[in-house]
């Protein structure tokens, strides 16, 4: 079974350009979680997808973060206008199903996104 | 507010050692309680979940510990060994119910054992 795979793996941009994160979550998997972490600091959730549904988006920092899921497969994270403070590295997490207690997270590797 | 705190930042210990890393949280709702680890160039990955119902969980050389009365939980690596060098991160998650499917992180701990 492949796992959660996340395109770019690096990404490098200048401060007012907008970048596309894109996150494949295991197939089958209805749950896609994205989570933030900056340098030093706790790994943060930003948003909860429930197949093309977002269920929970009180993580996002702002505005100019939008995340969509296509069909329910995979999903996308664009930043526009990118600022300083967007720089991090960007986790997906998918998990199977939904109202599972438990509810393992798989992650992906992360997109490293640096703004200068 | 930092709803889950994990200590140390870091830790070194020696091959055949106990690494002991340490988290604390704040919200009694929370009711599932995983590690993750993580190697470089890879994405945290599940080691070992505890729920509060139970005092202690062990998988092979991997123990957490749960204290619900404290609100804290550790996990223990016996015989640490190099291979366990990896950033351990705890975290929390409530019962789902609506929105509640979202793991809070504690900050992380870089453990390197050193043969």
């Known amino acids: 079974e492949a796992g959660v795979t996340q395109f770019p793996s690096h990404s490098v941009i200048e401060k007012g350009q907008t970048v596309t994160l894109r996150c494949d979550p295991i197939s089958g998997h209805d749950n896609l979680y994205w989570y933030r972490r900056v340098m030093g600091k706790e790994i943060k959730f930003l948003l909860h997808f429930v197949k093309e549904s977002k269920q929970d988006e009180s993580g996002m920092p702002n505005n100019r973060f939008l995340a969509e899921r296509t069909g329910g497969t995979y999903s996308t994270l664009k930043v526009q206008p990118a600022e300083l403070e967007d720089s991090g590295v960007y986790f997906c997490?998918?998990?199977?199903?939904?109202?599972?207690?438990?509810?393992?997270?798989?992650f992906g590797p992360g997109t490293r996104l640096t703004v200068l | 507010q930092q709803q889950v705190k994990q200590s140390p930042q870091s830790l070194i210990v020696q091959k055949g050692g106990i690494s002991i890393i340490n988290c604390a949280y704040e919200n009694t709702a929370f009711d599932y309680f995983p590690w993750y680890q993580q190697f470089p160039g890879k994405g945290p990955a599940l080691l070992i979940a505890i729920r509060p119902d139970v005092s202690e969980k062990k998988e092979g050389r991997f123990t957490i510990s749960f204290n619900k009365s404290a609100k804290q939980f550790s996990l223990h690596i016996m015989d640490s060994q190099p291979g366990d060098s990896a950033t351990y991160f705890c975290a929390a998650k409530g019962a789902y119910g609506g929105s509640q499917g979202n793991l809070i992180f504690g900050k992380g701990t870089k453990l390197s054992v050193k043969p």
């Open positions: 997490a998918s998990s199977r199903v939904v109202g599972d207690r438990g509810g393992t997270q798989y």
